[in-house]
């Protein structure tokens, strides 16, 4: 999932204060297990940006929404009428959510509600930890399962660096060693072998070094081009 | 002769090297540089420069090393994976070696959040590179140099020639992989490997067993770190802080017990400290060099270039061996 945390609310005012009708509007995915950008979070941000309002005599209309998702177009459909009433969108989706709704919404400016963080996972409620970068190319085999890009603070692809201190990184107590999970679980499945192969220089352009990426799967737009054209078709008989 | 460095030359001699160490100055005056410089010349073999140690923004090693070189010291140019993507590293080393420079020490540096250890404000926000890894960038110089190309292919007209070092932390977690880190470095291309300070003799020589197990102490030459011990406190630090260092409480025993004898007088307190440390340092250079397939020493004075002379001649590592010039 994408984990969200929220923004300082004197950045959220000051992105805000001088609008008149906003809409907080949040995702009920990812940023809502994270409790950042969730219903639920967008009713307590509108809340406290409309106490601030009153507070400094501002006249300001703020309501709240949700959809399940930000990411795709459907979800949007039933509410965008709605959305476009407003001069300022709130949005507490991650970044993905803000620049796709920036791209539909017209001349309507979408704010960030809260900082997107990184990928991750929920190891206990209330604890999120990243564990996958979206390198593009996942080597995820080699190290025992466990990421030496998103998990080691500078990202080395052969082994620990001199920095270890008592299975933990150099640059905090509370940040495990990537290197040491790697070799203390290569062990236990009896591959430590694996890992005197040197790794050499990655290809970085399958990251975000490569450029935006996009990913397009040409057997699914074929097949949704026939389905589209098949209704028409059948559309057309009907009349 | 890979390069003709001094520092190859001593090895191939099979004389002990000793290295040591000159960090450069948060300034743009070559002064420090120059004085140190000055200080070391004639009791090491090379002396390595650092590259913005403690993520701390220094003159760079580079420059910092020519101007040694200038006064007659051999420079080991350092280079971390920190701050340069692979154009920049392979564009500095080209520059370096047009500039004369000979030996480079290929190391991952420290973590920008570092900021010597938070004494200085440094640079925590700074935005790290690590396109490539330390055995990555050992095995980019080597192709340069045996190749004559590029990391990416294209050809060099002339190839750079250097000595290639790295670093080992022989007692850094997970301690039953560092001989395994050794020898990706060596299997990369490390020519020589200096390691982490090292105070357990005992711990170290039960790596370097390891590592002669794997042949590797045949195929580069290990100089074993020694960090000049200058306070009982400084000790007690490394033992409790510094990564991959372990300090017997003997030793850290012996400085506080030199403390102690001065009583209050607390000038008298820091010159027997300083007495004490430099007999450790040249009793723990003696035991390095005692293990097995250890080819020399390198030896960090910090901030204390001015102990290395008196620590060599104690040692009977002087006068360093000359050779004429190639």
């Known amino acids: ?72 177009p459907e ?71 466990i990421c ?41 499945l009896g591959t430590l072998d694996k890992l005197a192969e040197i790794q050499p220089p990655r290809n970085w352009s399958t990251a975000r070094d490569g450029g935006p990426r996009r990913v397009s799967l040409e057997h699914i737009r074929a097949y949704e081009e026939r389905e589209e054209q098949k209704s028409e078709l059948a559309g057309g008989k009907k009349q | 002769m890979k390069s003709g460095s001094n520092l190859e030359r001593v090895i191939a001699s099979g004389q002990p090297a000793v290295t040591a160490e000159l960090g450069p100055p948060m300034s743009a005056d070559p002064h420090e540089v120059i004085k140190k410089a000055n200080i070391l010349k004639g009791y090491c073999d090379a002396a390595n420069i650092t590259d913005c140690q403690t993520a701390v923004v220094r003159i ?53 959040k570092f900021s010597a250890a938070g004494r200085l404000k440094g640079h925590p926000g700074a935005k790290n590179v690590y396109d490539v890894d330390t055995c990555q960038l050992v095995g980019i110089l080597k192709k340069m140099r045996d190749e004559g190309l590029q990391e990416g292919g294209d050809k060099l007209e002339v190839a750079p020639k250097f000595f290639i070092g790295a670093s080992w932390t022989p007692m850094g977690d997970p301690i039953d992989f560092r001989p395994y880190n050794l020898m990706k470095k060596v299997n990369a291309g490390a020519d020589f490997i200096q390691t982490q300070g090292i105070y357990d003799i005992e711990g170290f020589r039960s790596q370097m067993e390891k590592a002669r197990n ?11 770190g020694i960090i000049v011990p200058r306070t009982a406190m400084m000790l007690k630090y490394m033992d409790s802080s510094v990564a991959g260092v372990n300090v017997p409480k003997a030793l850290i025993d012996r400085m506080n017990k030199a403390k102690e004898a001065a009583g209050d007088d607390k000038k008298k307190a820091k010159e027997l400290q300083e007495v004490e440390g430099i007999k450790i340092t ?42 004429p010039e190639a």
């Open chain 1, 1 to 72: 999932m994408i984990v969200g945390t929220q923004k300082p609310f004197d950045e959220v005012w000051e992105m805000v204060k001088d609008h008149k009708k906003i809409l907080v509007f949040g995702c009920n995915t990812c940023v809502a297990i994270c409790h950042a950008g969730g219903g639920k979070e967008a009713e307590i941000l509108a809340s406290m940006i409309r106490m601030k309002a009153l507070e400094e005599g501002r006249e300001m209309e703020v309501k709240h929404a949700a959809i399940e998702r930000h990411c795709e």
């Open chain 1, 75 to 145: 979800f949007f459909e039933p509410v965008m009428e709605e959305v476009r009433t407003y001069d300022l969108v709130l949005s507490t989706a991650c970044g993905v959510g803000v620049n796709f709704l920036s791209e539909r919404i017209g001349e309507i400016p979408v704010y960030p509600g809260i900082n997107t963080s990184f990928f991750g996972a929920v190891p206990e409620a209330g604890v999120f930890t990243e564990l996958c970068a979206g390198c593009g190319n996942c080597i995820l085999h080699l190290t025992g399962g």
């Open chain 1, 148 to 188: 030496p890009i998103a998990r080691c603070s500078k990202t080395l692809m052969n082994g620990p660096c001199g920095g270890t201190n008592k299975g933990k990184c150099e640059v905090s107590q509370e940040i495990d060693c990537a290197w040491y999970l790697i070799v203390e679980r290569m062990k236990k």
């Open chain 2, 60 to 112: 760079s090693s580079i420059a910092a090393a020519v101007i040694a070189f200038q006064q007659g010291l051999e420079p080991v140019m350092q280079m971390t994976c920190r701050d340069r993507n692979r154009i920049a590293m392979q564009a500095d080393l080209l520059g370096a070696a047009a500039l004369g420079l000979r030996n480079c020490l290929c190391i991952a540096g420290d973590h920008q």
């Open chain 2, 214 to 224: 794997l042949g590797l102490h045949e195929r580069t030459a290990v100089l074993g």
């Open chain 2, 282 to 323: 040249v009793e723990l250079i003696h035991q390095v060099l005692e293990t097995p397939g250890v080819k020399g020493v390198h030896i960090q004075a910090i901030e204390w270039e001015t102990a290395i002379e008196g620590i060599v001649k104690a040692a009977g590592l002087y006068p360093r061996p000359t050779f």
